[in-house]
């Protein structure tokens, strides 16, 4: 007896899609660095990291086939230029992929919640025990080196305690003193300075490197955005007596040849804006002084016409591949009509 057949869900579609786009993506980048990364110790988390990608699109790939799912474009040997000059210290490619590595761990952990056939399940869960092993491999390497930035010491609680007033949730007041960060709070604003340097370097890097003046140009705003953002959240902590993250070296070098391809680029950028928007929502949430849900809100405004700016670019060059989505039901039925 043939067991039934169970489709795929709108949101297995959707998390296979992105899952695709993502890994072809960091398939090339990391193949990249791994041409000239010279670290031994860093070599084999970079290497990890690529096999990772490259095991996923092999496996999406058997999946779309099964479920004649057409394959998305995605990224190609034909958006990186493997000849190109070294761009990134050996640093920068540590700190990249444990980046990338959280940021992985927070999709998988979604698309696993937003799929219920058990092969996708399976596949997703396993993306991110592989996802977790690789953050955990680059911050051991990191911290083994020095390079790794740990959040603020402060002091362990010696007793359980409440919220006895309402100012405790007050912050806008400039007339009126602030109370002090909670570990929350201290967490968040430190983990997005953390993520914002990392999008000024990349920014830096895609500036540099592309030929295009359209590019050059989307990609230095969105540097000053991060730096913007940095310069803020160091500002809170600093006004808590708190140090600000100390930060590796994670340099570009001077190059200024094409490395890749305007597409991959813009992707990218879009990439980690989304995720930077997801982690100002979720500091947002989980701050309990005013004043600073309100900087979140505010400055995921900001990202928000950034990423609409670089959609407006990516639309505009053919860049912008689409999500599989449902049938407009209007349009084929006047469609329809013109042939009856």
Known sequence: ????????????????????MNDSMSKYILGYMLKHLNDPDIRPAVQLAYDIAVGHLDELLTIFDQEQYAVPHGFTEQDVSMEAPWLFSDVFCLTYVNHMAKVGMLAYSGFVSM???????NFYTKGLVEASTLYNQTTEIAISKGVHSRHPYIEVPKEADYVDSKKYLSGLNPFKNKRPLNAVEISHLYMNVLTNSMGVKLSISFAQTSPSK???????????ISSKHIQIFADILLE????TPRLPDVSVSNSTTKTFSDKL????MSLLSAAGAGNYATAAAASQRSDLALNYERLSLEIAQYVKTG??????????????????????????GQYE
């Open 265 to 268: 680029m813009m992707f990218h």
């Open 311 to 336: 959609a407006d670019i990516m639309i505009k060059h053919n860049w912008l591949e689409q999500p599989p989505g449902t049938k407009d039901r209007e349009k084929l039925a006047r469609k329809k």
């Open 240 to 243: 808590n007596d708190l140090a």
């Open 1 to 20: 007896m043939n067991e039934k057949k169970i489709y795929l869900t709108s949101g297995e579609i959707g998390c296979l899609w992105t899952s695709y």
């Open 214 to 224: 359209e590019i050059q140009d989307y990609m230095l705003r969105g540097k000053d």
């Open 115 to 121: 799929s219920a056939r058990e092969d996708i399940r």
